[in-house]
């Protein structure tokens, strides 16, 4: 396999941060919680804190931590509430390395050594499950083009030691800002080259500037590529997408919620589900699991929240459910106290949510309620545990890392590894992008994207759902559910 990196050179700033012991204690916090017979200090996260100063603060290690907040995964944040297991307490496994990829259980197993239609799938083996397809296979011999087009931002690196020592994060630097991506991607590309797969990865960090798609474009190699994944702002996507529609490639989007992508483009596959699949998910599942139950509808004001609201209120009378719009200062009013009450709040500002909570946790005397929560409250700061604990709260994603499943187990053990720091979301979409993609070339072909309603696919965060409507590009419609349980979210069952 080769690798066609043209990208200029990176640069990269390591740097150790010292600090006192006493500094150490001083970021230590005193309230404890217990939680199924275990002790946490409950610590709020202030700025410049970081994993390793709060691990040294309780006398506990970084894994410890993690484990107790599977969230911090995605970057540890100021006003976010850490539980921290009181030192002492059972140690935390030790992470089994990933496996040689050319052994008889490892990800290359062949497709066709998979018992049944859409069986239960180990994730250890190969993750490809597929309905057979009209696509014919190719020989093997075949070697595929790829190429990534991401923002390095090569010419605008502002890493300097001296305001990492101070800030003790890279997230907030450009230069850092999609790395984790690349990084992932290249374990994949890496994994995939052992099982003998040929492929030439192609690497273009695009500039911001509206020259630079039209620059990329001329370079003649790209005309022969068999995908593209496309890392890029909307502007500069759309260009590109265009141009892939006119030479049929397969273009993906990793990240973009934007519906627009995929409208008149089949080429365009994108990741990321839309508000409106996630009111569709949302819609059937009340149908089918509250529907004797007094559901209530409070939305804020946001002109896509709006949209979404208005589009699940008119399904669910559609589907004849009993479902009543709320108001956010006079919750407790629309409740029912003969029935269980399913409260569905649309808002993505934090403070309207806080305001619902409070309310719901002030006055739960003879009512019975479960919140729903949409879009997105996973990634709101400092939410409270407590409330959410109350309120019974569930919530729709569209990703979410099982940090206790295997496979992520070692994930996580070889991009320590490889890069000697944490994974983070980035790093996880990276490599299943590349995992799923390359791999439905490697057994289906360059015809690949006529196969993707058929290929089923357990990511390290998420499921693979590919639909196609009207003459539309592809669109991943899985949403995941998750729960409050002891504090933490959990998938339900």
């Known amino acids: 396999m080769r690798y066609l990196l043209i990208v200029g050179s990176l640069f990269f700033a390591i740097c150790n941060v010292t600090l006192s012991q006493d500094g150490y204690e001083q970021i230590r916090q005193d309230q404890v919680r217990t939680v ?10 202030k700025k410049g804190q970081t994993l390793y100063s709060i691990s040294k603060a309780y006398d506990v290690s970084m894994e410890e931590i993690i484990a107790a907040n599977p969230e911090i995964k995605l970057g540890l944040k100021a ?4 539980l921290i297991p009181s030192p002492g307490q059972e140690p935390l496994p030790e992470l089994t390395p990933l496996p040689d990829v050319s052994e008889q259980d490892s990800l290359g197993t062949d497709l066709n050594d998979l018992p049944g239609e859409e069986p239960a799938l180990n994730e250890l083996r190969n993750p490809l499950v597929h309905i057979p397809c009209t696509v014919e296979p190719g ?3 075949e070697v595929y083009n790829i190429a990534l087009l991401i923002h390095l931002f090569l010419n605008e690196q502002d890493v300097r030691e001296t305001e990492l020592r101070a800030q003790q994060r890279t997230d907030t630097y450009k230069s850092f800002r999609y790395i984790q991506f690349y990084e992932g991607l290249l374990l994949a590309v890496d994994s995939l080259s052992k099982t003998g797969m040929k492929l030439n990865l192609y690497v273009y960090s695009l500039e911001t500037n509206p020259s630079a798609v039209g620059e990329l474009l001329k370079k003649p190699e790209l005309e022969k590529m068999n995908l593209i994944i496309g890392m890029i702002f909307n502007s500069q996507f759309e ?3 265009s141009w892939a529609r006119d030479h049929q490639i397969p273009i993906v989007s990793p990240v973009s919620e934007r519906e627009s992508q995929v409208n008149g483009n089949p080429m365009v596959i994108k990741i990321r589900p839309s508000a409106t699949s996630e009111q569709v998910a949302v819609s059937g599942y009340l149908a089918e699991h509250c529907r004797s139950d007094h559901i209530v509808l409070i939305r804020s004001w946001e002109e896509d ?3 979404m609201a208005d589009q699940l209120y008119a399904s669910c009378q559609a589907q004849g459910l009993n479902i009543t719009p709320g108001s956010q200062d006079a919750v407790m009013k629309t409740l029912s106290r003969k029935a269980e009450n399913v409260v569905v709040v649309c808002s993505r500002e934090k403070s309207f949510v806080m305001n619902v909570l409070s309310q719901l946790n002030a006055d739960t005397t003879g009512y019975r309620f479960t919140v729903v929560g949409l879009p997105r409250w996973d990634q709101f700061e400092g939410m409270d545990y407590q ?5 019974k709260g569930h919530l729709f994603v ?5 940090y206790s499943d295997p496979a992520v187990k070692r994930f996580v053990l070889r991009f320590r590894e490889d890069y000697k720091t944490e994974p983070e979301s980035l790093a996880f979409q990276g490599y299943d992008v590349a995992w799923y993609f390359l791999n439905a070339l490697k057994y289906f072909g360059a015809g690949f994207i006529n196969c993707l309603s058929e290929i089923r696919f357990k990511a390290l965060q998420t499921t693979y759902r590919f639909q196609q409507y009207d003459g539309n590009g592809w669109e991943n419609d899985n949403w995941k559910l998750l729960y409050y349980d002891n504090y933490t979210l959990t998938p339900l069952p």
């Open 139 to 141: 020989s093997g011999e």
């Open 387 to 391: 409330y959410m604990e109350n309120a």
């Open 239 to 241: 260009v590109v997408a």
């Open 36 to 45: 199924s017979g275990k002790q946490y200090y409950v610590h709020q996260v």
């Open 398 to 402: 569209p990703s979410w890392i099982d």
């Open 79 to 82: 006003n976010q509430t850490l």
């Open 305 to 307: 929240v709006k949209k």
